[in-house]
């Protein structure tokens, strides 16, 4: 219908009670969108007589507002015999989704999410010190292991905790989200959050 190819539809009634449900449906005169139709593309299960009124109605009004009350009437039963065509509206509701492997799932609307914990090493002194860090504990991936240099950084981001193993603490510069964190003692396993750096027992 959007390419006036009307002579391809199986009934010309089909073209005309369409225009009419849908001119109604948009609070339109039904008659004046069926006699634009009419005068522009013939007519359709109309008597000559009637014809001959419809052409004179529609000589007599402006075409431009006719045009375009019959451009939107067509394009809104486009959209309707698509919409019908494709299923969409039909009712049908969907279960939850199902949850993605690996994805935590929000268990309530009032979970305040976590904030993210971003942690950076510098190597200091003369040597650096001997550093590998993990994504939250010993059993987590490793994030790099290896001799950070003096002068070398390296930036972190996860999600809640950090599990790190410094050989000299004092030869590394430890910053969460900007601020300085003092990690004292010797050689040693740590759990880096929010709250701060917890020494782990040696195992």
Known sequence: MEDEQFDLLPDPSYVRGFLRAYSTYLQLDPQL???EYDSRFGD??????????ARRRAEARPRRREAQLLWLAIGGVTGI???AWLGIGGGETTGPAEPVPGVP???SSSTTPSQALDVTFTGRGNRGSYLEV??????GPT??????????????SFQDAAWVRIGKPEAIAVTVNGEPLD????TGTFLITQAGAERLPAG
């Open 183 to 186: 990690i004292r003692g010797g």
């Open 81 to 83: 015999a698509l919409l």
């Open 143 to 156: 994030l790099y292991s290896g001799v950070l240099v003096p002068a070398a950084t390296r930036s972190f």
């Open 134 to 139: 993990r994504n939250r504990s010993d059993a």
């Open 44 to 53: 359709i299960g109309q008597s000559a007589e009637d014809a001959r009124r």
């Open 105 to 107: 799932t929000t268990t």
């Open 33 to 35: 969108v069926l006699d």
